[in-house]
């Protein structure tokens, strides 16, 4: 049985998606996704590799023409998915990178450093008319050191779980034909829009070393703005995290040696 989907995505893990669902014989009817993507991102974009595969790739929801599919599925898509676009699935999925009912919004990588989480994940869940408020089809967790983790470094843990757990997603429907899923407890369920996330990167003027390392960790996502102290003058001082630092000064140089090596000629017979 042929199976079919449309895709809203962004970011490379959008990519993999649809390149799974593609070479399990899934007939993806149309991707939703910008024309652009930032440039400290690698290409190719989604739009790109939908767009090369002969894929009708559209920008904004409201030009889907597509109807009837099996799956609608948000992948890392910042928009929320309209009703309209909803209803073209037998089932509209979400694929959340953090853990709910408790990781819901924006500062879900965030909020886990923050509090010392010793677990972290990635969620499936129905889309309803909220952000992250549907059911769970499915939650992936997995053990992490909140003490030695940034942002960065949690992001790139939680896209590999997520990647995992959309296969087992699609696995499981192509399987059964259905899913199965279950209400969030209102009562677990946590929301943190934008303007708390850039609230939590201001570090106080008082704060102990600990506390500095852990929000500047939290919020180590460059080239995004990163955590800072706000001074009584007006001036903001963002602040770098030692284990970042420290990462960085090895990318910089880790081809010191190949690159001089290389313009001598010298051979190493180490």
Not at 4 to 9: H, K, S, Y
Not at 33 to 61: C, F, N, Y
Not at 209 to 215: K, L
Request: aromatic share 8%; glycine share 6%; hydrophobic share 45%.
């Amino acid at each position: 049985m042929i199976r079919e989907a449309i895709l809203l995505g962004s970011k490379p893990a959008s990519v993999v998606a649809l390149l799974h669902l593609l070479g399990q014989g899934w007939v993806v009817k149309e991707v939703v996704a910008s024309p652009s993507q930032p440039d400290w991102l690698p290409p190719p974009s989604l739009h790109d590799v939908a767009t090369k595969l002969g894929i009708r790739v559209v920008e904004h929801q409201d030009e889907l023409m597509a109807a009837d599919v099996d799956l609608v599925v948000s992948y890392m898509c910042r928009s929320l998915v309209t009703e309209r676009t909803r209803a073209r699935g037998k089932y509209a999925l979400n694929f959340h990178a953090g853990p709910l009912p408790e990781f819901g919004g924006w500062a879900f990588y965030n909020v886990a450093i923050l509090e010392g989480a010793s677990q972290y994940g990635c969620t499936c869940h129905l889309m309803d008319d909220g952000f992250d408020t549907g059911p769970i089809v499915e939650v992936r967790r997995f053990e992490i050191d909140a003490a030695a983790e940034t942002a960065v470094s949690l992001e790139k843990k939680a896209q590999e779980e997520m990647i995992l757990l959309f296969m087992r997603v699609v696995s499981n429907y192509e399987q059964n034909g259905s899913l199965r899923f279950q209400h969030q407890d209102p009562e677990q369920m946590r929301y943190l829009d934008a303007q708390q996330f850039q609230t939590m990167k201001q570090i106080p003027l008082d704060a102990n070393e600990e506390v500095v390392d852990r929000i500047a960790r939290a919020f180590w996502y460059p080239p995004y703005d990163v955590a800072y102290y706000q001074m009584p003058n007006g001036t903001k001082l963002e602040v770098i995290p030692a284990i970042a630092k420290n990462a960085l000064a090895k990318d910089i140089h880790k081809n010191d040696l190949q690159d001089l090596l290389k313009l001598t000629g010298l051979p190493l017979n180490l």
